[in-house]
């Protein structure tokens, strides 16, 4: 079974500074990681996916992940957070089949 | 392209009573999930089609939940009788999959807001 850990439940930071969300993952065989935005009364908006090649992906408004096997984390990266960047946070993951497993989320708090 | 496309925005039911929620995927995928959301249990894959057909429903909660997709352009997925538990909000998505390989990022709908009285 695949499982995905989000172990902040929120995250606060400066307008201007760097911004991390933290994602492990626990799935057998390769896995495909994903992160998703949502915001407030609306869906979820993919953000990048992680399938193969370059462990470092770069996704949508700035953001990017790093796929890191040894340590089983897909941490989402954004070196200057904006007070846009405010919302909740999803990682998912799929052990090569159909079925995206979501974590928890981790909400994020940019101040100005 | 619209997205995905869900209705109603809001729904305010009394117990006891069917509710239906609808979905129009965007048009060419040919996978399109169901999801609900809630606080103490977060986001929950409730079926799945491919290309129309249900491949998994496991996640279905119970016999009071159905789902159809009578097309490649429509599903829905009714309540019937509705309970207060029920009250969460349902996300449709759409996406390409291939038999085997999910490879591609969902476009998610803006939900369905149930509220069961």
């Known amino acids: 079974a695949q499982s995905v850990a989000q172990p902040e439940d929120q995250v606060n930071v400066a307008e201007g500074n760097p911004l991390t969300v933290k994602c492990t993952y626990s799935?057998?065989?390769?896995?495909?990681l994903f992160w998703y935005v949502q915001y407030p009364n609306r869906g979820l908006q993919f953000l990048l996916k992680y399938i193969t090649g370059d462990n470092l992906v770069k996704g949508s408004y700035g953001f990017e992940a790093e796929f890191n096997k040894s340590q089983t984390s897909f941490h989402l990266k954004k070196p200057s957070a904006l007070v846009s960047d405010s919302a909740l946070y999803f990682c998912?993951?799929?052990?090569?089949?159909?079925?995206?497993?979501f974590g928890a989320g981790t909400t994020v708090t940019v101040r100005a | 392209d619209a997205g995905v496309i869900q209705s109603p925005r809001h729904e305010v039911t009394e117990m006891g009573q069917e509710v239906t929620l609808r979905c129009k995927p965007i048009s060419g995928h040919n996978s399109l999930f169901w999801y609900r959301q809630t606080m103490m249990r977060g986001l929950e894959l409730l079926i799945y089609f491919n290309n129309n057909v249900p491949i998994d429903d496991s996640g279905m909660p119970e016999d009071r939940f159905s789902a159809k997709m009578p097309n490649a352009s429509f599903s829905t997925l009714k309540i019937q009788p509705s309970e207060p538990r029920d009250s969460a909000v349902y996300f449709c998505a759409s996406s390409f999959i291939p038999s085997r390989g999910a490879d591609y990022g969902y476009t998610f709908g803006s939900g369905t807001r149930l509220t069961v009285v």
């Open positions: 799935v057998s065989g390769n896995p495909y």
């Open positions: 998912a993951v799929s052990p090569n089949d159909y079925k995206l497993s």
